[in-house]
């Protein structure tokens, strides 16, 4: 119908003869006026399908109308990239891809930008090998490409594997962009650059610059500005290129990666084994070349099981080699990252294989390789910039599992003699010695760490030090094991003793029966019946906060035993103290009160304060138990009085944690009494002081208890905010307070 006319020429004469202005047209058909503009003056390749039918609509277009201007839209368009110029390849379809919606959605947000706003979109997708770069951003190419009109093209930098030069990634564009060979020849590299730039700039592309090397690589190949899209996949964040967005990417949520599995694998398959495919997802790191390669073995070995699987990737040694399926190895996408590696951060990464914990800081590097922290934190940002080290938005890093496996297999295989062991013994020496300074912060005999220390990390003040010994529990926990797996007896009793009044700002960690468990062990070892005593005890405090009060009472009568040996009344005195405890919870309150009455009586005989007020309280709640409430609150003021005392002997951390543990229990004692202002005025003075000093368990408590008395006042929405702050706190109180919390609320009239 319209001949050998261009596009152009058609579109321009539909829509003089329709009478419509490019604003009109533009208006109707829902196309941009540049856009309309640029294909009528030849500037711009073809629209895709869609954009011309909804020109046609725009123009009020026949049927027969509508078909011949997507046929001229058909012969106009050039030759595929890929087949043109033999070098730059469209995207391919990516079938069974999986997840990544929250990265798709900023992409697609990228792309649907006005086109007429003239600034050109640059996203750099990092992370480390095998995470899905390239599949990520072939897989938003294809999604995207109809709304770029210009093209969309594909060149694979090879930047792990034989880097495309600069020059011959410029030549491979514009070559597909239509750039004639003899206007090339007429530019220099310089000159070529610009060339695509103005191309870039002008027309509406999207471009896929895969696998790039270094910042160096791509710098030639972005847009200033224009409206194209370019999306460049680096195992590097690129971090030296500026005016770019960056999509950091790492394994899939295990959601995802089971997903992924079941789409390989199939359906029913998957869901017959589907707790084995869970596992399978976990032993991959949910990285998804990992997931790929298991999903072929299990689709090649049709006879095979999941659990089969999942019994050869259990073994670490063996698991990196058993993910390998025909010419894909995950362990060979690791090697191409790691010969690249300097001399300094090959051995780091070697050396980092050792870290216990899920993440590390930069201390942890300095630990390991015997030097400062500044030195080893530009080695470990080395490690970031090749994608082999993860920087997480805390300041900590975090090196994948199967990326630990194949760095423990180069140790292994690369190491000087005896190096994995100093290294080993360096690190675990540098985090239990530092778990005992953290520790005696809240010693009342030690406190700050002495003037000589130096250590790797800053310990200026408790609250760093509460800190430190949170967030590298798993470490030095498991250093404590290694510690005492080798025999390394004195270690393990010191580093446990540190902790004994810290353990009180941090009662439900879950791991402290375990801690003392171990300590007790070593000082029966050491034959040392103090600290067998000792650890003993505090074993007997942690299984009580536990809820394990048969085998605490056990614990107790048997550290009273070597208190005994060693001829310690303190210690025989907290073995009472810590069994009357327990006792009470078991609900035998009277043996309880009368243990904890001779606790009392022999501490009296020490200088240990703080023991004795112990001992005071868990009498005075006894006391209450018993229905002898006005005699537990002058047991309970008792400790408040000598608290305030000018001249207490216990003061600091103690002293606080004491008061606010005894205001509740006042609090208490009136609720009992059914004097419930009073109650609730001392119940808030004690979330006041648990919560200064940093006892969430106590806070959680003391505030369901405010919220039991508030009700009784008829102040229900006071009693309400008191109840839900309870259950904020989640696993940090006790589950009992949890459960008790929210049966209040659910009693409470609806807001």
């Excluded at 027309?203 to 972005?222: P, T, W």
């Excluded at 904020?728 to 609806?750: E, N, R, S």
């Amino acid at each position: 119908m319209y001949g050998k006319k261009s596009f152009g020429t058609v579109l321009r004469g539909l829509r003089q003869r329709g009478r419509l202005t490019m604003e009109e047209l533009a208006e109707a058909s829902g196309v941009s006026v540049r856009a309309i503009g640029d294909m009528e003056r030849g500037r711009s390749l073809v629209p895709q399908r869609r954009t011309v039918v909804a020109l046609a609509e725009g123009l009020g277009l026949t049927d027969d109308e509508r078909e011949a201007l997507l046929t001229t839209a058909r012969a106009a368009r050039p030759t595929p990239a890929g087949e043109m110029a033999g070098t730059v390849v469209p995207p391919r379809l990516v079938g069974d891809f999986t997840g990544r919606e929250p990265e798709l959605a900023l992409l697609r947000e990228a792309a649907e930008r006005d086109p007429a706003d003239g600034e050109a979109s640059v996203w750099v997708v990092s992370g480390p090998p095998g995470c899905g770069k390239t599949t990520l951003a072939l897989k938003a190419a294809a999604d995207l490409a109809e709304r770029f009109p210009d093209g969309c093209f594909v060149v694979d930098l090879h930047g792990v594997d034989g880097p495309v030069d600069t020059g011959e990634a410029l030549l491979k564009l514009l070559k597909a962009l239509g750039v004639s060979d003899r206007r090339l020849a007429q530019e220099d590299q310089e000159g070529r650059a610009g060339l695509l730039r103005a191309l870039l700039g002008d027309r509406r592309c999207l471009v896929v610059l895969d696998n790039a090397r270094d910042e160096g690589q791509v710098r030639a190949l972005l847009p200033g500005d224009g409206r194209s899209l370019v999306l460049v996949t680096s195992r590097r964040p690129l971090t030296g290129l500026e005016d770019v967005d960056r999509l950091p990417l790492s394994e899939m949520a295990q959601e995802e990666a089971v997903d992924l599995l079941r789409r390989i694998l199939g359906a029913e398959r998957a869901d017959a084994e589907a707790a084995a495919v869970a596992r399978v997802a976990e032993l991959c790191g949910r990285l998804p070349l990992a997931l790929r390669v298991a999903a072929n073995w299990l689709t090649v070995r049709s006879g095979w099981t999941v659990d089969h699987l999942v019994r050869r990737l259990a073994d670490e040694e063996r698991r990196l080699g058993a993910l390998a399926a025909g010419d894909v190895r995950v362990e060979a996408a690791f090697e191409l990252s790691y010969r690249q590696l300097t001399g300094q951060a090959a051995r780091m990464l070697r050396l980092l294989s050792l870290v216990p914990g899920p993440d590390m800081t930069a201390a942890y590097g300095a630990a390991l390789t015997a030097t400062d922290v500044f030195e080893a934190e530009d080695v470990m940002e080395e490690l970031v910039e090749a994608g082999l080290l993860q920087a997480t938005f805390t300041g900590r890093y975090q090196l994948h599992d199967l990326l630990r496996l194949f760095a423990r297999a180069r140790l292994s295989r690369e190491g000087e003699p005896g190096e994995w062991e100093a290294a080993d013994d360096r690190l675990r020496t540098w985090l239990l010695e530092t778990a005992v300074v953290a520790g005696r912060w809240y010693k009342p005999e030690y406190g700050a760490p002495p003037s000589s220390w130096r250590g790797l990390v800053p310990l200026d003040s408790a609250e760093e030090a509460r800190a430190w010994l949170q967030s590298e529990a798993p470490s030095w926990l498991a250093a404590l094991r290694g510690a005492a797996q080798r025999g390394e007896h004195t270690r393990v009793v010191e580093t446990a003793h540190a902790m004994e009044w810290f353990v009180n700002l941090w009662v439900h960690w879950g791991h402290w029966p375990e801690v003392f468990r171990l300590a007790g062990e070593a000082a029966t070892a050491l034959d040392d019946p103090y600290m067998q005593a000792f650890h003993l005890n505090v074993y007997s405090w942690s299984l009580s906060c536990e809820s394990r009060y048969g085998e605490a009472v056990e614990r107790a009568r048997e550290g009273r035993e070597c208190a005994r040996r060693a001829r310690n009344t303190a210690q025989e005195a907290s073995a009472l103290a810590l069994a009357a405890w327990a006792l009470s919870e078991l609900g035998e309150v009277r043996k309880a009160a009368d243990t904890s009455l001779s606790a009392i009586g022999l501490y009296e005989e020490t200088d240990d304060r703080a023991g004795w007020l112990g001992a005071m309280f868990t009498h005075g709640t006894s006391l209450r138990l018993l229905g002898r409430a006005e005699e537990a609150l002058i047991q309970h003021q008792r400790i408040i009085t000598f608290l305030d005392a000018p001249d207490c002997p216990v003061g600091g951390h103690l002293a606080d944690m004491y008061r606010a543990n005894t205001t509740g229990a006042l609090g208490r004692g009136h609720a009992v009494l059914r004097r419930w202002r009073e109650a609730a005025d001392h119940l808030r003075d004690a979330v006041a002081q648990s919560h200064r000093i940093g006892i969430p368990h106590i806070e959680g408590s003391t505030l369901l208890y405010l919220g039991e008395a508030l009700i009784e006042l008829g102040e229900a929405e006071e009693a309400r905010s008191c109840l839900l702050q309870v259950v904020a706190f989640g696993d940090a109180v006790d589950g009992k307070d949890l459960k008790a919390a929210q049966k209040l609320l659910d009693t409470l009239p609806a807001e």
